[in-house]
């Protein structure tokens, strides 16, 4: 059960007033009077209101963080590759900077700098629409009921399943986010280091003598302070060993978020689908006067 098919059974929650012909007018008025326009004001129970009015828009900017989401998964395996590769699928090189990239100006290549924009283009839009969600849900209406029971019980199920399924579009946020931002510290982090590293071979006086370590020196998947020296090295556990790769974890991690997101969604649709159908009977016209 799609969540989209959700969404459209609520936005066709509309109700149209019914309008009289000339012949729906009381058999008082003359034959050849114009009668007044009629207005009807038709009350819909708040359940409907609510699915139309706030529902409705809040699964909408959700399957639009679905579709962005998504897009997320290859641009890591992108980034992947150029790292193994250099930015070259053809050839193996374990050099990061191997693919056109200027090596004094960051510790990525041209390849991983451009799959770390694709990323960083899906933030923005994916957090604004999971702001607007929580700004919804967290509406009076929603969140302290409308004053009918029976519609605040379904209202309020239906405000939780999605603050669920939020909850997991938030977490793909965070691993998207917090890997971009890692790496845009680390590339600013060592940038210049093959340069200071040019400069300090220029001076042949000192050749025979040990070089210095540079301080700047590290390993770009840690920005910030030099990791702790003792640190265990996830590659040497046991299990771990062979074809890992921290890239290849959040990678993992980030098909679980949508996976997890797809379930927690479909069980929304259900709640969804169950409500608009109390909704969905056309609004009876007013009794003609006799």
Request: proline residues 9%; glycine residues 8%.
């Amino acid at each position: 059960m799609s969540l989209r098919l959700a969404w459209m059974a609520t936005v066709v929650i509309v109700s149209i007033a019914p309008t009289l012909s000339t012949s729906a007018v009381g058999a008082s008025t003359s034959a050849t009077a114009t009668p007044p326009p009629q207005i009807y004001h038709i009350v819909t129970r708040p359940l409907c209101s609510e699915l139309h009015e706030r529902i409705a828009p809040a699964i909408g900017m959700m399957l639009q963080n679905d579709t962005t989401i998504k897009k997320s998964p290859e641009l890591f395996k992108k980034y992947n590759d150029a790292a193994l590769y250099g930015g070259d699928p053809g050839g193996y090189s374990p050099n990061p900077n191997v693919g056109g990239g200027d090596p004094g100006s960051s510790t990525s290549n041209m390849s991983q700098n451009m799959a770390l924009l694709g990323m960083e283009n899906l933030i923005r839009p994916i957090a604004n629409n999971i702001i607007a969600i929580q700004t919804i849900l967290d509406s009076p209406q929603l969140a302290h009921g409308t004053g009918v029971p029976d519609d605040d019980k379904k209202l309020q199920e239906i405000r939780e399943k999605l603050l669920k399924a939020l909850a997991t579009q938030n977490a793909s946020l965070d691993i998207i986010s917090g890997f971009v931002d890692t790496q845009q510290m680390a590339d600013l982090q060592h940038a210049g280091e093959a340069y200071i590293s040019a400069i300090g071979q220029a001076d042949t006086r000192h050749a025979n003598s040990t070089p210095t370590p540079n301080p700047l020196t590290g390993n770009p998947n840690y920005a910030g302070i030099p990791p702790n020296p003792y640190t265990i090295d996830p590659a040497t556990i046991p299990g771990l060993t062979v074809g890992y790769n921290p890239i290849t974890r959040l990678l993992d991690a980030l098909t679980w978020t949508i996976d997890q997101t797809q379930t927690r969604e479909n069980d929304v649709a259900k709640s969804v689908l169950s409500s608009a159908a109390l909704c969905g009977s056309k609004p009876t016209a007013p009794p003609k006067d006799r």
